[in-house]
């Protein structure tokens, strides 16, 4: 979410082009001859059509404090929303297949650095076995736009250290698990120092391919909430391309881009105003092909209406005819939100059956 918004729950649908049809990519190949045949075979699972589901970081704001009590975890069995029902219906009838599952720092652990806090994360990884279930891959994302109630991590705030330390344990977790990936950030915004964040990120890349996650996805977000229009413009993309796997290479570092279309780019209109193609995705795409690496638009949306429909739709269409840069696009939200939310992606379900608002019919249906 981007710096006017207030709260930070959120559900994302995330469609994005098929992996086989990247992999004709030079540099995708390039990178893919470095991992053996079983890898390569993870990877084109992994990276096929996204959606994304909420509830566990409902209660953050974007100073990084989160007031654990409202989290509303997405599982009927946990008392909340049918998140296990959504994520199948997206997969069955909508064919998407990736999950965005944000959650709370503070609910995994009491104190930056801490251990997991055992029955939190058994809660969580319902939701990711939920989502694994469908046959998805899920991306685990910590919502907490690179603070700990306030402090910036690296740079007066928790060490490099503690939240790499968070990211060991869970990749531990799931390090067998191939489609499982991996969001080190939500929207880190007012950085004093992007070198600096560069190094936090390459702390937690490293715990996690250390802890034996070898090949997942992993996604690299920058400066101002991870805008793609300023991601090269604040120095994102040339920090965070410095950062490696411990062998050196960069196989499945994604970079992480957000972007919205309404008028101030705060996703809290139900109106769109522009596709963000020329301001922001052509000059990125660009940028992107110079070095030969990749994107993936982890949050976007639009209210359900018919200039988002027009605009959303648009920039869909672009994104999806520059696959060899951009892996996909994952749109806010669905899980816990109701149909008095602005960006509602929430179906409605009819008995056994389900029926899906007009953005997601018109725009991220596959």
């Given at each position: 979410?981007?710096?006017?918004?207030?709260?930070?729950t959120?559900?994302?649908?995330?469609?994005?082009?098929?992996?086989?049809?990247?992999?004709?990519?030079?540099?995708?190949l390039?990178?893919?001859?470095?991992?053996?045949?079983?890898?390569?075979?993870?990877?084109?699972?992994?990276?096929?059509?996204?959606?994304?589901?909420?509830g566990?970081?409902?209660?953050?704001t974007?100073?990084?404090?989160?007031?654990?009590?409202?989290?509303?975890?997405?599982?009927?069995?946990?008392?909340?929303?049918?998140?296990?029902?959504?994520?199948?219906?997206?997969?069955?009838?909508?064919?998407?297949?990736?999950?965005?599952?944000?959650?709370?720092?503070?609910?995994?652990?009491?104190?930056?650095?801490?251990?997991?806090?055992?029955?939190?994360?058994?809660?969580?990884?319902?939701?990711?076995?939920?989502?694994?279930a469908?046959?998805?891959?899920?991306?685990?994302?910590?919502?907490?736009?690179?603070?700990?109630?306030?402090?910036?991590?690296?740079?007066?705030?928790?060490?490099?250290?503690?939240?790499?330390?968070l990211?060991?344990?869970?990749?531990?977790?799931?390090?067998?698990?191939?489609?499982?990936?991996?969001?080190?950030?939500?929207?880190?915004h007012?950085?004093?120092?992007?070198?600096?964040?560069?190094?936090?990120?390459?702390?937690?890349?490293?715990?996690?391919?250390?802890?034996?996650?070898?090949?997942?996805m992993?996604?690299?977000?920058?400066?101002?909430?991870?805008?793609?229009?300023?991601?090269?413009?604040?120095?994102?993309l040339?920090?965070?391309?410095?950062?490696?796997?411990?062998?050196?290479?960069?196989?499945?570092?994604?970079?992480?881009?957000?972007?919205?279309?309404?008028?101030d780019?705060?996703?809290?209109?139900?109106?769109?105003?522009?596709?963000?193609?020329?301001t922001?995705?052509?000059?990125?795409?660009d940028?992107?092909?110079?070095?030969k690496?990749?994107?993936?638009l982890?949050?976007?949306?639009g209210?359900?209406?018919?200039?988002?429909a027009?605009y959303?739709?648009?920039?869909?269409?672009?994104?999806?005819s520059?696959?060899?840069?951009?892996?996909?696009?994952?749109?806010?939200?669905?899980?816990?939100?109701?149909?008095?939310?602005?960006?509602?992606l929430?179906?409605?379900?009819?008995?056994?059956?389900?029926?899906?608002t007009?953005?997601?019919?018109?725009c991220?249906?596959?």
């Amino acid at each position: 979410m981007s710096a006017k918004r207030v709260t930070t729950t959120t559900h994302s649908v995330f469609p994005a082009q098929e992996v086989e049809e990247a992999l004709q990519q030079p540099q995708v190949l390039a990178q893919a001859r470095q991992e053996v045949a079983e890898e390569e075979e993870a990877l084109v699972a992994c990276n096929t059509q996204v959606s994304t589901l909420l509830g566990f970081d409902f209660g953050c704001t974007i100073d990084g404090a989160c007031n654990t009590k409202n989290i509303y975890p997405p599982l009927t069995s946990l008392g909340g929303s049918d998140g296990a029902g959504q994520m199948q219906h997206f997969y069955r009838d909508d064919g998407l297949n990736i999950f965005r599952i944000p959650v709370a720092w503070q609910f995994l652990v009491s104190s930056p650095g801490g251990t997991l806090i055992s029955s939190n994360f058994q809660q969580y990884d319902q939701t990711i076995q939920a989502c694994l279930a469908t046959g998805a891959t899920c991306v685990i994302d910590i919502h907490n736009y690179a603070r700990w109630n306030g402090a910036i991590i690296g740079q007066g705030g928790p060490t490099d250290d503690q939240l790499a330390s968070l990211w060991k344990q869970i990749a531990t977790k799931y390090a067998s698990q191939s489609k499982v990936a991996f969001g080190i950030m939500n929207e880190p915004h007012d950085i004093p120092d992007i070198g600096k964040w560069a190094t936090t990120v390459q702390a937690s890349v490293t715990a996690i391919r250390n802890a034996g996650a070898k090949t997942q996805m992993i996604l690299l977000p920058g400066n101002n909430f991870t805008s793609a229009e300023t991601y090269v413009s604040n120095g994102s993309l040339a920090a965070l391309q410095k950062v490696k796997n411990p062998d050196g290479s960069t196989t499945n570092l994604i970079f992480d881009v957000h972007k919205y279309l309404d008028s101030d780019n705060s996703g809290t209109h139900t109106e769109c105003v522009k596709d963000n193609v020329s301001t922001a995705f052509k000059p990125l795409a660009d940028s992107l092909r110079a070095i030969k690496r990749q994107a993936i638009l982890s949050e976007t949306g639009g209210g359900n209406t018919a200039s988002c429909a027009q605009y959303v739709c648009s920039q869909v269409a672009f994104l999806n005819s520059n696959s060899d840069v951009y892996l996909g696009y994952i749109a806010w939200s669905a899980g816990g939100f109701d149909s008095t939310y602005e960006l509602t992606l929430t179906p409605t379900k009819n008995g056994n059956s389900w029926t899906d608002t007009s953005l997601m019919t018109k725009c991220f249906k596959r």
